[in-house]
């Protein structure tokens, strides 16, 4: 497809779909999942199977996603607690500067349009992340969270 960069160290399931302006690159996206236009999933992040990323969406390294999870419109997957462009002598940083914080976002979980998510969190299954909300700690396995920083609002009815 036209201006896709799809890098080829690149693993995509089968049927996956893909919009144009997307950039992917040493990621694995599963079975069926669906990659809206002007995303960014970088190497060693990982899709599940049934996943719909949405437009405008930065899944960085380190981010896992499992089976059958919504990420909507403008979703910020962040990996480094304190990031900084240069090392403690002026130099621009590198890869050895810095440790990658892993996320998990579990199976069936959904994540509001413009939501940011902090590293080294695990949403929890069937839970909602709110649009707009910034997720700074755990959220719990079947929750609803909102706000900034998101909180637990309710339960989520069962689907």
Known sequence: MEFCRIAPDVKLGSNVTYHAFINLYGCSVGDNSRIGTFVEIQKNARIGRNVKVSSHTFICEGVVIEDDVFIGHNVSFINDKYPRATDGNGKPQSEANWAVVPTLVKRGASIGTSATILCGVTIGENAIVGAG?????????????AGNPARTIRKAVAV
């Open 133 to 145: 909300s910034v997720v700074t700690h755990d959220v719990p396995d079947g929750a609803i969270v």
